[in-house]
């Protein structure tokens, strides 16, 4: 709407130049009486007009008129419907409760109006504490043949309504609510503002409107087998600042979210805050189902090793019966175990053939039994890698402190560690004709690294060793060790020496921190300094997600309880924490008590890894590793030295030559996951080439030599760490696949790079549990300032969403007291009267 306004901005003045005005005025008319005498009586009304319309206008410039335009515009905001296309939306809740089925009924208008709501709660509620329902009231009738009747009719037509509600999928359920209905959601929705409509799963696509008028299908690249809530969320979160408001985000939903990324952390923490408003889809139930819902096996073990498979399955339902799986591999017979189930979750534990080295694939499956909810959950395939080979490692350490006795013990038993230690300070009671350990590294004088002690090994661990324990030519074939040799170096915090009291510059290049400060919960809490928490014991450690993905750091295949397993671990009494260098990663933070995650990762690092030359360097920021064996022995400690290791060994191993090391970030991936492809080249590569162009050439396995590149990826130096190059090979299909680098310009050798790239089918956890969650959804809508609503409550979100719109003042000001126009006038006035005065003869 536009109004044009008159103002005066000099108005304040008003009174005094109204003064000086009358003043004007009152000269001029007194001049007027004199001239009368002098001129016809025309010519004085003239002349006094024109001096009085020169005295209005400077009096009207004094007062400084301006026109002024307001344009009150309307904007509304944008509503965001987004649509769970995953797989567990295509499920049918029959065994949902009947007070459940009611709901959904009433909600898709099936039944109930204004006049049987009240009765329909009623029913409800007697469903909901397993009572049969009163069908007809104590007012309606009083003769029992009629109220026979009535009952009989309305039981019949509740039952017909819940064995239709039985067949709508979920996903079918959300459709009707939007545009089937008969009181649709969408147009109402749009008469509240814009409606965007999005459909997700594992990623998020634009829906048109078109595709509600037949049953939803999930369309290509969501990946359906995968839910993310962080995907669902993104168009509210990543908004284009010349877009209007987003006034919520009607989220339909069961709930599920696979991925195990915290979607209330990262809902909260958004700068754009959008409310979310959940629509529970599914039923609370757990339903009656046989499922995979974890399997957990290495990717990669040694020949001779007993890799374990452990699965935990779903079976509820099914509790003390009993089931069978089976463990198929080609071309062998398949392995056949009889379990009880042992209530909702039962774990189970398979051996692994490790006799050979080699790859073979494996399908794990749960046989079918009568009254399964949906049977296309009860198979998923895993591969695994057995190699003929030992992880060299070497250790190396001051005095035998805790941290060194557990992690000799843990290695020496480990039968693919080839593992040599040195401790350089032993006590000596003369039983024995030499020390127990040897003592002395034995250091070439050629400093040659192929004659050093670390020329064949894949791991060395340097504990707290004092600063001229090694001399520097042992720093510098340990830092060739890792640069030139690909291997991996671990660094471990001591609370003598290691690393606060070395001032070498090899040890600043190595080490991925700096600033290290010490947390120390052996000292009264007054001298703790402000990393401590005076009220604990000791700290945790919190992965970062970058920890979370990297094999050697988990302790279950289940994102969560690895998560819950690092948090239970026992706490840590000393530790050296700092600042991530640019270019390292941190795997592990220090997590005290009212820290925020998301400002002290970088800041209080303390498991830390950064790429070096050809090889890798971790700072580890704890001695104590040896607690994790309280009350769980072997279980935690040996498994992460025992994972650490082989890590260091598959990285030494990498493809590639004396210019360059090369291949995935994982060999395994699932379908629908990036692979991320990595060259680390040596600096004198680099040097020599500086506008190198490398690119992966991806070769299915299999096809003709002859055949083309099944997809060519461009590697682009990483902005943190110069020397690596990186690129994704995105969304490729299932199938074993051979990794070729090459480059334009460069010589790499009479040897080609090339590595290997196993693409899985994606073991869908989506239908491991088909509850609905509704305590996650709760959370996310109490953290946005949404509100959770079920079915027959879909119509809130109208009221919710009406304040929906803003009005946005657009002011413009045109100042006529300064206008040209003006002067023009003024003196126009000024030369008339000149002229008229003269003309007459008047001075």
């Known amino acids: 709407m536009l109004n044009q306004t008159f103002e005066f901005h000099g108005a304040h003045y008003a009174g005094w130049w109204l003064t000086?005005?009358?003043?004007?005025?009152?000269?001029?008319?007194?001049?007027?009486?004199?001239?009368?005498?002098?001129?016809?009586?025309?010519?004085?009304?003239?002349?006094?007009?024109?001096?009085?319309?020169?005295?209005?206008?400077?009096?009207?410039?004094?007062?400084?008129?301006v026109l002024t335009w307001k344009l009150d515009q309307q904007h509304a905001a944008r509503i965001l419907v987004a649509l769970d296309l995953s797989d567990s939306t295509n499920t049918t809740d029959q065994y949902a409760l009947k007070a459940e089925k009611l709901r959904w009924a009433r909600g898709l208008g099936m039944v109930g109006n204004t006049a049987v709501n009240a009765r329909l709660d009623r029913w409800i509620a007697a469903f909901a504490t397993g009572r049969e329902p009163e069908w007809v009231g104590d007012q309606e009738t009083v003769d029992p043949e009629k109220r026979a009747a009535l009952s009989r009719a309305r039981r019949q037509h509740i039952e017909s309504l819940l064995v239709e509600v039985d067949k709508l999928p979920r996903r079918e359920i959300a459709r009707r609510l939007l545009v089937g209905a008969p009181a649709p959601l969408l147009p109402e929705l749009k008469r509240l503002g814009p409606v965007s409509l999005w459909g997700f799963a594992g990623k998020i696509l634009p829906l048109d409107e078109q595709v509600l008028a037949e049953?939803?299908?999930?369309?290509?690249?969501?990946?359906?087998?995968?839910?993310?809530?962080?995907?669902?969320?993104?168009?509210?979160?990543?908004?284009?600042?010349?877009?209007?408001?987003?006034?919520?985000?009607?989220?339909?939903?069961?709930?599920?979210?696979?991925?195990?990324?915290?979607?209330?952390?990262?809902?909260?923490?958004?700068?754009?805050?959008?409310?979310?408003?959940?629509?529970?889809?599914?039923?609370?139930?757990?339903?009656?189902?046989?499922?995979?819902?974890?399997l957990d096996a290495p990717q990669t073990a040694f020949k001779n090793d007993r890799p374990l498979l452990k699965a935990v399955l779903n079976t509820a339902g099914f509790e003390s019966q009993e089931i069978e799986v089976t463990l198929e591999r080609?071309?062998?017979?398949?392995?056949?175990?009889?379990?009880?189930?042992?209530?909702?979750?039962?774990p189970v534990e398979l051996e692994l053939d490790a006799h050979e080295a080699g790859r073979r694939q494996?399908?794990?499956?749960?046989?079918?039994?009568?009254?399964?909810?949906?049977?296309?959950?009860?198979?998923?395939?895993?591969?695994?890698?057995?190699?003929?080979d030992k992880v060299h490692v070497v250790l190396l350490d001051d005095e035998a402190r805790w941290e060194f006795r557990f992690l000799d013990a843990a290695l020496r038993r480990d039968t693919r560690v080839d593992f040599k230690d040195v401790l350089f300070h032993q006590p000596q009671l003369g039983r024995l004709p030499d020390l127990y350990f040897p003592h002395r590294l034995a250091i070439p004088d050629d400093a040659d690294l192929k004659n050093s002690p670390f020329a064949d090994s894949d791991l060395v661990i340097l504990g707290d060793l004092p600063p001229g324990e090694l001399a520097p030519a042992a720093w510098n074939l340990l830092e060739k060790f890792v640069s030139e040799s690909g291997g991996t170096l671990v660094l471990g915090a001591g609370k003598n020496y290691f690393p606060l009291a070395y001032d070498l510059a090899v040890v600043a290049r190595l080490l991925p921190v700096t600033d290290l400060r010490p947390v120390d919960f052996s000292v009264p809490a007054a001298g703790r300094g402000d990393a401590a928490n005076a009220g604990s014991r000791g700290f945790h450690l919190q992965l970062t997600p970058e920890g979370e993905n990297e094999a050697f750091l988990q302790f279950d295949a289940n994102p969560q309880v690895n998560r819950d397993t690092w948090n239970s671990l026992p706490e840590h009494a000393w530790g050296l924490f700092g600042k991530a260098k640019p270019g390292a990663t941190v795997f592990a933070a220090l997590q005290l008590a009212g820290d925020d995650p998301l400002a002290a990762e970088r800041g209080s690092a303390v498991i830390v890894h950064q790429h070096y030359g050809l090889g890798q360097v971790v700072w580890l920021g704890i001695d104590s590793t040896w607690r994790w064996r309280k009350r769980a022995g072997d279980r935690y400690h040996h498994r992460f030295w025992g994972q650490l290791?082989?890590?260091?060994?598959s990285n030494k191993a990498a493809a590639g030559n004396d210019m360059v090391k090369f291949g995935p970030e994982k060999?395994?991936?699932?379908?629908?996951?990036?692979?991320?492809?990595r060259a680390r080249w040596t600096p004198e590569f680099l040097k020599k080439f500086p506008n190198v162009a490398p690119r992966v050439e991806i070769f299915r396995t299999g096809d003709s030599t002859s055949a083309p590149a099944f997809s060519v990826i461009a590697l682009r130096p990483s902005k943190a760490q110069p020397l690596?190059?990186?690129?994704?090979?995105?969304?490729?299909?299932?199938?074993?696949?051979?990794?070729?680098?090459?480059?334009?310009?460069?010589?790499?050798?009479?040897?080609?790079?090339?590595?290997?790239?196993?693409?899985?089918?994606?073991?869908?956890?989506?239908l491991s549990d088909l509850r609905s969650n509704l305590e996650l959804l709760q959370q996310l809508a109490t953290a946005t300032g949404g509100k959770l609503l079920r079915l027959d409550e879909v119509g809130q979100v109208l009221e919710l969403l009406r304040p929906s719109g803003q009005t946005a003042v657009t002011t413009s000001e045109r100042p006529l007291w300064n206008h040209w126009i003006m002067l023009l006038a003024f003196f126009a006035l000024l030369t008339a009267e000149w002229a008229l005065r003269k003309f007459n003869g008047l001075p």
């Not at 090459?742 to 956890?765: M, N, Q, T, W, Y």
Request: net charge negative; proline share 9%.
């Open 215 to 294: 049953p939803l299908v999930a369309p290509a690249g969501l990946s359906p087998g995968v839910t993310s809530l962080r995907e669902a969320l993104l168009p509210a979160l990543e908004t284009d600042p010349q877009d209007p408001p987003a006034a919520g985000l009607v989220l339909f939903t069961d709930g599920h979210d696979t991925t195990g990324r915290d979607v209330v952390a990262a809902a909260r923490s958004a700068p754009a805050k959008v409310r979310v408003f959940p629509i529970v889809l599914g039923s609370e139930l757990l339903p009656k189902d046989l499922s995979i819902q974890s």
């Open 20 to 65: 000086c005005a009358l003043a004007a005025g009152l000269l001029v008319i007194m001049l007027y009486r004199y001239e009368r005498r002098l001129v016809p009586g025309v010519v004085g009304y003239a002349l006094l007009t024109l001096r009085l319309l020169v005295i209005g206008l400077v009096l009207l410039t004094w007062l400084e008129p």
């Open 362 to 388: 494996y399908t794990f499956k749960i046989s079918p039994l009568p009254g399964e909810t949906r049977d296309d959950n009860n198979a998923a395939t895993l591969a695994l890698t057995v190699v003929d």
């Open 724 to 766: 690596i190059y990186e690129g994704r090979a995105v969304s490729l299909p299932p199938h074993e696949y051979r990794l070729k680098l090459a480059v334009a310009g460069a010589d790499l050798g009479p040897r080609e790079v090339a590595a290997d790239l196993f693409v899985h089918p994606k073991p869908s956890l989506e």
């Open 330 to 346: 080609e071309g062998t017979p398949p392995v056949v175990k009889k379990i009880t189930a042992r209530g909702v979750e039962t």
């Open 667 to 677: 060999t395994d991936v699932d379908e629908g996951d990036d692979a991320l492809l």
């Open 645 to 649: 290791a082989r890590w260091a060994a």
